[in-house]
C-alpha cells in the first residue's frame, strides 16, 4: 500500500479501486463507464484527474507547461461530421468517417504542404477520399512558455469512406495508410 495513502479516504463499495494496488509512481488512470455507455460526466471526471496530476516533475519550472498528459475518449462523430458539413461534405453514417490527427512543425509552411501532399498521395494509393482539413483549436493561454514555444500546429485529416467500399476493406486501408511506405 502506498506510504501517502491517507487512511480517512473511504472505500466506495463497488468500486474496482484496490489499495493494495496503489503504488508511488506515475502511471496512467482510467475512467471509464462500465457498460461502455458514452458520457460528459465521465470526461468530466477525466479533465479533473488529470488537472491533478501534478507531482514526479509533471509541471515545468514555469508552473505551466506540464507533461503532455491527456484523455483519450471515443472519437466525438456529431463534431467531426459537423466539420465535414462545413467543408462542403455529408456524412450519413459515422461508420463512414475517419479521422487522422497531424502534428505540424508551427509556422512552417513548407513543411505543412510536404506532410499535407504525402497525406494525399497516401490516401489515394489506398482509395480513402479526404474530406477536408480541420485546424484544432487550441487556447495558447494556458500554455507555458516552454510548451508555447515549441507547439505544433494539430490538425485533423477528415476521411470518408469511398462508396462501394464496405467496412472491413475501410478500416484495412485506414490501417495500411499508417503503415511507412517504401520511397523507390
Sequence with gaps: MNSFYHP?????????????QEHDNCGIGAIAHLQGKRSHQILDHALTSVC????????D??????????VLTQIPYPLFIKAAEKLGHVIENKSDLAVAVFFIPAGNVSAAETIKALAAEVTNKRGIARTGWR???????ALGKIAF???PQIEHLLM?????????TFERQLYLC????RRD
Design 135 to 141: 485546424e484544432v483549436p487550441v487556447n495558447a493561454d
Design 61 to 70: 519550472a514555469d508552473m505551466k507547461t506540464g507533461d503532455g498528459s491527456g
Design 8 to 20: 480517512s479516504t473511504l472505500l466506495v463499495l463497488g468500486s474496482l479501486h484496490r489499495l493494495s
Design 160 to 168: 470518408k469512406r469511398p462508396a462501394g467500399m464496405d467496412g472491413d
Design 149 to 151: 514555444a515549441s507547439r
Design 178 to 181: 499508417d503503415v511507412p511506405q
Design 52 to 59: 491533478c496530476m501534478t507531482h514526479c516533475g509533471a509541471v
